[in-house]
């Protein structure tokens, strides 16, 4: 399977910069804008991936360095990969590790070859050991402090607890795992820090970019998607779209966001990187999960996004409607007799009450599987929302509608009405309402029509 034509643009937006599309991979045909809900380690926590299926998932997201860790790419190789490990019949893409190179910053020396971890696993990291992490010695002779950089010429001392992830080791990794989309290892930084420290990571992620490419064994199965770094700097960003864009890739990722950066500089950043990228490609917003951030991004011209925050925040009791958060914990909903949202249609709608999912919150492991699939269910269905909204060119309605929902009589943030603006979409309050059931069945009439039947309306 080559990339080319691989991503069609079904409908654009007469307005914004959203589209709807169709990305054709190995395992599944997905529709475009779409959320991946993360499964770290080649599971969703309480959720089975057939109900992942009932729910319209389309495809997932694995985490490479801890799939490398556990169980390993001999075993997954030996398996056939992850999709029949775990089995799982649709799309999955993998995160090359990277990542890590921020939240497990204390385990971590990066250097040109690439990034040596401690595990997490071992009995010496902060998160496993009373002690904390231990000092770790060079090939000197030196013990060094944790998170201390390495002097030229000078090498960790091997250790059974240390993984060297390369450019080539995590492209390794990911051709055994099998994901119909792989990303590069890059080097990530903070979205948040500033200085030299941004461009060298720019710039050495361009270099594992061609190392990455090198080094992948199934081009004609699984997808390479570069990741565009540069922190909040528009000029690395753009000298890295143009390191990118020297070879041609099926799709492409805008990392270095969603790290406590401000709103005003996030939007910014994306709305920047989706005009350098190719209008015929897919664009993935990595780390994306806040409902709001969604449909601005999409407006954005963004089609592909990943968080852990729908099931993150359900393992807290915090279920998610289009208002924001319901945080199903405070006593307010002992006696709420009413489902999470009256119009969702997932399980834990159909069947459970606000006052049950109460009532075994946080205590019972029960209410962490429903509160997830509910959550899970609600990304699934404002991604398919706002892809019929674009099928109808009713989209800035959409978005008028949502952010009226979501905001109520409080002041919409600047920064999303900053972000629409830039692209055609005025918030005002006199804007009519559109209801999103008007929106699905102009859609569904549309989609019947394409496919040949006769509706019987003008």
């Given at each position: 399977m080559t990339s080319a034509d691989k991503f069609t643009i079904i409908e654009g937006c007469s307005v914004s910069k959203a589209r709807t599309g169709l990305l054709q991979l190995s395992h599944y045909v997905i529709e475009t804008p779409m959320f991946m809900p993360v499964g770290t380690k080649g599971c969703m926590k309480g959720v089975l991936p057939e109900q992942l299926e009932e729910l319209d998932v389309q495809i997932i997201l694995g985490n490479t360095y801890h799939l490398g860790l556990k169980p390993g790419p001999e075993l997954l190789r030996k398996a056939g990969g992850l999709h029949k490990f775990m089995n799982w019949k649709r799309g999955m893409l993998t995160d090359s590790g990277g990542f890590q190179m921020v939240s497990l910053l204390k385990l971590t020396e990066i250097t040109e070859e690439g990034v040596q971890f401690e595990s997490p696993y071992s009995s010496s990291n902060p998160s496993t050991a009373s002690k904390g992490r231990k000092k770790w010695k060079s090939s000197t002779g030196t013990e060094k402090a944790p998170g201390s950089p390495r002097a030229d010429g000078e090498a960790v001392v091997p250790s059974k607890d240390l993984m060297m992830l390369t450019p080539e080791k995590s492209m390794e990794i990911q051709n055994a795992i099998?994901?119909?989309i792989m990303m590069q290892l890059d080097d990530v930084v903070s979205s948040t820090?500033?200085?030299?420290?941004?461009?060298?990571a720019m710039d050495r992620s361009i270099r594992w970019l061609k190392r990455c490419g090198k080094a992948h064994s199934r081009a004609d199965e699984q997808f390479l998607f570069p990741i565009v770094q540069g922190g909040l700097n528009m000029t690395l960003r753009e000298r890295s779209v143009s390191g990118i864009l020297e070879d041609e890739y099926t799709g492409y990722a805008i990392g270095g966001l969603s790290g406590g950066e401000a709103k005003n500089d996030f939007w910014k950043v994306v709305?920047?990187?989706?005009?350098l990228l190719p209008k015929s490609k897919p664009r993935y917003v990595m780390g994306v999960g806040y409902a709001e951030d969604l449909v601005v991004c999409c407006a954005l011209g963004a089609d592909m996004f990943d968080c852990v925050f729908p099931t993150r925040t359900a393992r807290f009791g915090c279920a998610l409607v289009d208002a924001g958060q319901?945080?199903?914990?405070l006593k307010q909903y002992a006696s709420d007799h009413t489902p999470i949202d009256p119009t969702c249609k997932c399980l834990t709608c159909q069947r459970y009450t606000r006052s049950y999912l109460h009532h075994i919150v946080t205590d019972i492991p029960t209410a962490a599987r429903l509160m997830s699939i509910h959550n899970i269910a609600y990304q699934m269905n404002l991604m398919r929302r706002i892809r019929n909204s674009l099928r109808v060119n009713r989209f800035p309605e959409f978005v008028t509608q949502f952010m009226q929902n979501r905001y109520g009589d409080k002041e919409i943030p600047s920064w999303i009405t900053d972000a629409l603006t830039s692209v055609g979409i005025v918030l005002t309050r006199d804007t009519q309402a559109v209801s999103s059931d008007s929106i699905d069945s102009q859609s569904d009439r549309k989609k019947r029509s394409a496919d040949g039947e006769e509706t019987g309306e003008q």
């Open positions: 099998g994901a119909d820090t500033t200085g030299p420290r941004v461009e060298e709305d920047a990187s989706t005009t319901l945080n199903l914990r």
